[in-house]
């Protein structure tokens, strides 16, 4: 079945541990990119990569890091997460990147205190 | 610099009672207008790519159309599964980057 699975599905941490959400799609997508989604504002880009080792900023970059070692891995970094963190995340995939409909994740839910 | 505008926020429908949902947006050299659908906790699910002005698409009870300036999604006899939040997309000018709309959170009634 094709799929982005997003790991873990929900996350408590507190402000500054570093941590690590993973994502992971089945379908050979070139195209990976990181979103969040919070209230009134809808999803704001993160981070994309067009490929292996090719990463650029999205909409919302500060706070994180990401990187694409695999094709079908693209992990997000919050080397020190903050309050303003919080929120709900989505990774997702497509083929040829900007032609071609994305394949979303279920979500990850972080909330740092 | 590019945008993308919903509305209405949100709609209450009874079942049955068809309308419309508006997407305006504003970007050099559109490579294609995305709407999904999304359900709560869920993560978006697509639905359709416009490309050019004066397309249509059409899928069970839901049919996206396109102008210069913005796309409709239109919704016939909706039912009550239908209920969920509509989001459109468009890749940005010169870039790979995507912007979202903040969405059309739907409610059909039974």
């Known amino acids: 079945e094709a799929q982005v699975t997003q790991n873990p599905r929900y996350l408590i941490t507190v402000t500054g541990k570093k941590l690590t959400v993973t994502c992971s799609q089945n379908?050979?997508?070139?195209?990976m990119s990181w979103y969040r989604q919070d209230p009134g504002l809808g999803l704001r880009q993160i981070y994309y990569s067009m490929n292996v080792e090719v990463t650029d900023k999205g909409d919302v970059p500060e706070g994180y890091k990401v990187s694409r070692k695999e094709k079908r891995n693209f992990p997000l970094i919050l080397e020190s997460p903050s309050p303003n963190q919080t929120s709900l995340y989505f990774c997702?995939?497509?083929?040829?990147?900007?032609?071609?409909?994305?394949?979303f994740g279920q979500g990850t839910r972080l909330t740092v205190v | 610099e590019d945008q993308v505008t919903q509305s209405p926020e949100a709609l209450r429908l009874q079942e049955g009672e068809s309308s419309s949902l508006n997407c305006s947006y504003t970007v050099s050299g559109l490579r294609g207008l995305f709407w999904y659908r999304q359900d709560p906790g869920k993560g978006p699910e697509f639905l359709f790519t416009l490309y050019s002005a004066g397309e249509e698409k059409e899928k069970e009870r839901l049919k996206a159309t396109l102008t210069k300036k913005e796309s409709f999604l239109h919704i016939t006899a909706p039912k009550p599964e239908d209920s969920a939040t509509y989001l459109c997309a468009v890749p940005t000018s010169g870039t790979y980057k995507y912007i979202f709309g903040t969405g059309t959170r739907l409610k059909v009634l039974a």
């Open positions: 379908m050979n997508h070139e195209y």
């Open positions: 997702a995939s497509s083929s040829r990147g900007r032609d071609t409909e994305a394949f």
